[in-house]
């Protein structure tokens, strides 16, 4: 049984159905990919940013190097479309040869770059090269004019993690998991120092292993088996989402600006498209008290423009679309804790899965898996396991002929709701009778695009919201954005008004 | 290879521009006329205005949306235009080569001799005003609200804060209090309302709602559904004043912060758009950089008065005939400039002075008892007085060809407002 239905949580299920179809996933929200896996930057980093030696760091390029073999089947795109770390005169904090510009400069040139690839050598991270400052003008225009030197990074990629997330749970599924959404985890029964199962806000369910990825609530959920003895501290990151239009005028691929001799909590981020071309600036660091404090302040929308102005100046700045904030899950030591518990046995924690918790996925999975193993489960890889998940295609992901073939299989691919992303009826249709169902506004838009493009869904919103209502026989009234309370609607019309009389 | 389907005129969009333009191209001999909609029916936004306010100039009248939009569907009716709905243009080439889809035909090609551009706009978003905050259900754009409301009969909420004075927002205002739930206030940044005068009256002060100039919303507050915003006063740079920030609870964030012309097919067709409208550049025909292609309506600039925006279409309509007939070389153009107090004039180009035309601009800034005048290369060709002008009311200033005084060659166009206080 996996607690969590984030990336985490998916890869671990998806990787023990390759042994057993006895797996469960327990999500509290009403989708998978409804916490941080949904509200991250979709990088898969090479790991050149972690500090040599931990364990995030090594599980870091393993990861990257698993990527393609871990999406393979799986009907997700993943890019390698590499990393332009740009040095600038910023790149060594002051105290470094402030007040000698002359050896500044060269330590810049010569010495910050071969430091990096140094660095990447060391943490095994394959195909890193200098590169000059002509070559990265002509890699990125953009950039700004004051970058010295470059190194580029071929092995980072971009993959859309919602996306990867469902994937994930959908071929569980396929392969005889059981994804149980809108359902939270309340407590463990340890007995005897062996787990049992789990209560949930739905009743109890008993397994003999469970695994904890409840990602930031890791700590609430070992505390419930008596296995924690550690504390996440939330930390938030905000990041600016622009329009594709500009965004590719803008810029070609991901550019981040090499920050080196800072303590930094996180990864000092840039601007990068995603997998689907949109420009992402950012993200801030900020701790948090609240778990679920996924807001954006005026402060860091003013901190975002002002630190990536100076990277990428004039950025598009009018053509923001969009705004997310998400939690990381940061231990107090900053690293991944991964293991099974020496007092629950048959607990296994997968805590502090804070970034790059994306780009570490197949590793940390193929790594709880032999923990699962010498706890029970099976050694021997099962033939029933079927290698692809089924992928609904997006019309507008297809050709012309592709999509002349999808109008003649189902004409509701003729009638496009957003107009934004080109989003047909019939895709938001098989969205919301898909392996995973998407029951709500946000789970039909992480897996159509509707309503992500500019409007932001004041085309396509009421056209979505009738399809939900429609397909799974509720009111309107009763269609939410994201599940629970959050209601579109307060009621129909002349409805307020037989109440006041 | 289905048949590439070859009409006259093509023209983009059912709303009140488009349905102007596609008469106004059959009415100048254009027997091939096809007008593409995307809903399912055709008059654009003007089904879900029910108020009044539409026609005074077109057709002397205070009409509703829906009642001025039939006058133009059934005039529709009695010509040959073919209007297909349900049907969304993906892309067009600079080649006018339109390529569409719908349910019944799949994918269309369509190459028209002449295409008139007429999507309208859509309404700017909380990101785009980078709005801080949560992302909870319950904040909703005025013009999908009164969809919801008027069209749907869904009530998006039953206490409401409105961000934005402009006319949608005041409308909306007045909408939901008849529909029985609360407008705890309406809130906007710059210190004169967004809309226009008569609005602000019959919307907002016959119902007591108030109204908070220089304020602005500084967080949204919920996690799931809106539970409440912080709202404080701006300084006359437009920055929150930190300690006259404070708390209104509410259900819902109804925002009316601006429109967008819809321009994003029109800049693959290759079509130079103004930076400061967000609407093509065009000459008095509203004829865009490409030769044949037209547009119309709020797809130019947002213009408040529907009558304007039909009055223009039927400039494109008869332009885009008259190219269908004559598609030679164009006359070199004259620039048209905003003067003094002009924010923006459309059209921004001239190429034929031997016709009656109109100049559309705004103000910069609200100004008492001035002075209208068209220009050309410095010499005042017209001057109306007027008591006074609002940045949100659009103007509308004529010329006819007499204006021109039989000049030959003409120099730099420019519309100014100027003092009349002697
Ligand atoms: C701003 C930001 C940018 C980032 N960028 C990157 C990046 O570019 N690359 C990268 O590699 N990493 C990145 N990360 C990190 C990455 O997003 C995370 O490492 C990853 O998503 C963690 O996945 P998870 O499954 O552990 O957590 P989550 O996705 O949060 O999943 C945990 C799930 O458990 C559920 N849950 C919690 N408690 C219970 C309970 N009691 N009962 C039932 N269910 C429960 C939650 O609802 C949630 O769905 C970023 C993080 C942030 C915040």
Not at chain 2, 197 to 213: A, E, K, S
Request: hydrophobic letters at 40%.
């Amino acid at each position: 049984m996996v607690i969590g239905g984030g990336v985490i949580g998916c890869s671990i299920a998806r990787e023990v159905t390759r042994y057993t179809p006895d797996v469960v996933i327990l999500e509290k929200e009403a989708d998978v990919a409804d916490g941080t896996s949904k509200a991250n930057n979709a990088e898969v980093h090479s790991g050149i940013g972690e500090k040599h030696g931990t364990l995030k760091q090594k599980l870091n390029v393993r990861g990257n190097r698993m990527y393609e073999e871990f999406v393979k089947g799986l009907g997700v795109d993943f890019k390698r479309q590499g990393l332009l770390i740009v040095i600038t005169p910023r790149s060594l904090p002051d105290r470094v040869t402030g007040r000698l510009p002359a050896l500044r400069r060269q330590l810049l040139k010569e010495l910050v770059p071969r430091l990096i690839l140094l660095s990447g050598k060391r943490k095994g991270i394959p195909g890193q090269r200098i590169v000059g400052r002509e070559e990265i003008f002509r890699m990125e225009p953009n950039v700004t004019r004051e970058a010295i030197v470059g190194v580029h990074d071929p092995t980072y990629g971009l993959v859309s993690p919602y996306k990867l997330t469902i994937a994930l749970a959908e071929h569980a599924i396929i392969n005889g998991a059981k994804v149980f959404l809108d359902t939270e985890v309340t407590g463990v029964n340890v007995e005897g120092g062996r787990v049992k199962g789990v209560v949930t806000d739905r009743g109890e369910i008993s397994a003999p292993i469970v695994v904890n990825a409840a990602g930031v609530f890791a700590d609430d959920v070992a505390d419930m088996a008596g296995a924690g003895g550690f504390k996440i501290h939330p930390r938030k990151g905000a990041t600016l989402i622009f329009d594709k239009e500009t965004t590719t005028e803008y810029v070609r691929g991901s550019v981040a600006e090499a920050k080196l001799f800072v303590k930094k909590k996180s990864k000092g981020g840039g601007g990068m498209p995603t997998i689907e071309g949109n420009l992402q600036l950012g993200p801030t660091a900020i701790e948090v008290d609240d778990k679920n404090d996924t807001s954006i302040s005026a402060g860091e929308i003013e901190e975002i423009f002002e630190r990536f102005h100076y990277l990428l100046p004039d950025f598009p700045r009018r053509s923001v679309i969009a705004a997310f904030s998400g939690v990381r899950a940061p231990t107090t030591d900053e690293d991944f804790i991964i293991g099974p518990s020496d007092t629950a046995h048959g607990f296994v924690n997968v805590a502090g899965m804070q970034s790059p918790g994306l780009a570490s996925a197949p590793a940390v999975a193929q790594m709880v898996l032999e923990i699962l193993q010498d706890l029970g489960v099976p050694s021997e890889p099962r033939p029933g396991f079927d290698p692809v998940r089924p992928t609904p295609a997006l019309f507008a992901d297809q050709d012309r002929k592709g999509r002349e073939r999808l109008i003649k299989e189902d004409r509701r691919h003729g009638h496009v709701i957003c107009r934004c992303e080109q989003v047909t009826e019939a895709d938001v249709v098989n969205a919301i009778h898909g392996i995973v169902p998407a029951t709500n506004m946000d789970a039909v838009k992480r897996r159509t695009r509707a309503g992500m493009g500019r409007c932001h869904g004041g085309f396509c919103g009421n056209r979505v919201a009738a399809i939900i209502a429609r397909e799974l026989w509720m009111p309107v009234t009763a269609v939410t954005k994201d599940g629970g309370g959050s209601r579109l609607f307060a009621g129909e019309t002349k409805h307020f008004l037989e109440e006041i009389g | 290879m289905k048949k590439i389907r070859r009409p006259d005129v093509a023209v983009i969009g059912a709303g009140p521009a488009g349905l102007a333009a596609a008469i106004a191209a059959y009415r100048a001999g254009m027997e091939d006329v096809m007008l593409i909609e995307r809903d399912m029916e055709l008059g654009g936004i003007l089904p879900q205005c029910i108020h009044d306010g539409f026609g005074s100039i077109v057709f002397k009248e205070a009409l509703t949306g829906p009642q001025y939009a039939q006058r133009y569907i059934d005039e529709l009716g009695g010509t040959d235009v073919e209007a297909k709905l349900n049907t969304l243009v993906l892309d067009i080439s600079p080649k006018r080569r339109i390529t569409a889809v719908n349910a019944r035909e799949g994918i269309i090609d369509i190459q028209p001799k002449a295409i008139v551009l007429a999507m309208g706009c859509r309404e700017r978003t909380r990101h785009q005003i980078l709005l801080p905050g949560y992302r909870p259900a319950g904040v909703v754009n005025a013009g999908l609200a009164q969809r919801y409301i008027n069209i749907e009969g869904l009530m998006p909420g039953r206490k409401m804060v409105i961000l934005g004075s402009g006319d949608i927002g005041l409308i909306m205002a007045r909408r939901v209090t008849l529909e029985g739930a609360e407008v705890a206030g309406v809130f906007e940044l710059m210190d004169h309302p967004g809309g226009i005068t008569r609005n602000v009256v019959q919307c907002l002060h016959d119902f007591d709602i108030p109204l908070h100039l220089s304020h602005t919303v500084t967080f949204i507050h919920g996690k799931k559904r809106v539970e409440g915003v912080s709202v404080a006063e701006v300084d006359s740079e437009f920055k929150p004043i930190k300690d006259t920030e404070r708390f209104v609870p509410c259900d819902t964030l109804m925002l009316s912060v601006g429109l967008i012309p819809e321009n994003e097919i029109s800049k693959k067709a290759g079509v130079e758009l103004d930076p400061v409208t967000g609407g093509p550049v065009v000459d008095e025909r509203m004829g865009t950089s490409v030769p044949g292609m037209f547009s119309a309506g709020n797809v130019v600039n947002v213009f408040d008065l529907v009558d304007y925006v039909s009055r223009s279409a039927e400039d494109a309509g008869e332009g885009a005939a008259e190219y269908v007939r004559k598609p030679g070389r164009r006359k070199k153009p004259i620039r048209v400039v905003p003067g003094e107090n002009v924010k923006y004039v459309v059209p921004q180009l001239v190429r034929d002075t031997g016709r009656d035309m109109s100049f559309y601009f705004r103000v910069e800034r609200p100004q008492r008892s001035v002075a209208i005048q068209v220009l050309a290369g410095g010499e005042v060709l017209t001057r109306r007085k007027a008591k006074m002008v609002l940045p949100p009311e659009m103007i509308k200033a004529d010329i006819s060809p007499g204006d021109f005084g039989g000049r030959g060659k003409v120099g730099p166009i420019s519309v100014e407002v100027v003092s009349d206080e002697e």
